[in-house]
């Protein structure tokens, strides 16, 4: 693995060039969708459980939601992410606020840091997107020193969240060659255990997300807005069959209504691991 680029070299592989346009497309916007998943941030931070002034790698860090909490809380930390339009609104976020976090642009199967860097390794429904997901938990053990902690958020394989991507997945075209696994695979116990667990003692427990609007439609204009795969599929569909996505979109987002709006659970797990 690299630990720095070549000067003038891309510090993203290329067969992630086209996810990182994709995801990056979200840009500010996709802030609104962190806000949407602070509890299980949250919860994410809570099981990390870092020592005083730890040095901590967020992993697809977005637009930072993760990286400020910790921050905030006095530890030293580093975002890293593929997608350079979120990292800017994530650095001018940090600067507003009087954080002191370095935001750096990298792929998370290459990551651009030495071995054994940090002191705990975090990403909240991030590195699961991964396209080679084995390359990526063996990045997550080589940055992370021996006796440091990991605390990853995943999607569960057969919760709403995987619900709402078969949704989106409808209105995608076939994928060209090989398709890359499904990032809920992730969500699977035995599959976290297969990729984390030779490097670290793993625990996992479960949780659920409140994710809350005023209505089906809100939720459409955050991610259709924000959330770098509905917004770029979004705006390659042609008007009819845009309509029907945002109509099918909006309509199982209002399956969840209540008496104050929409709130749909998401269930997710969270592993905690100690590098060994």
Known sequence: MNIAAEPGAS???????GPSTVWSAGGAAYDEVSR????AIEHTINRLNPGPGARILDVATGTGWAARRLAER???????????????????????????IQFVEGDAEDLPFADGE???VISTFGVMFAQQPDDAAAELARVCRPGGRLALAVWTPDGNVFEMFRIIKGYMPPPEGEPPPSPFEWGRTARLRELLGEAFDVDVEEGTS???????????RTFS???????????????????RFEAEFTA?????????????????????????
């Open 11 to 17: 510090p993203i592989h290329s067969h992630n060039a």
């Open 36 to 39: 949407g998943i602070l509890d």
């Open 74 to 100: 006095g530890h030293q930390v580093t975002g890293v992410d593929f997608a350079p339009d979120m990292l800017a609104p994530a650095r001018q976020q940090a600067s507003a606020r009087g954080l002191d």
């Open 118 to 120: 940090f002191d705990a």
């Open 210 to 220: 409140y994710y809350r609007e005023p209505d089906g439609a809100a939720a459409w």
């Open 225 to 243: 807005e924000g959330y770098g795969p509905v917004h770029t599929l979004a705006r390659k569909l042609g008007p009819e069959q845009r309509a």
């Open 252 to 276: 199982f987002h209002d399956g969840f209504a209540d008496a104050l709006g929409i709130t749909v659970p998401r269930q997710y797990r969270v592993v905690r691991g100690v590098r060994r």
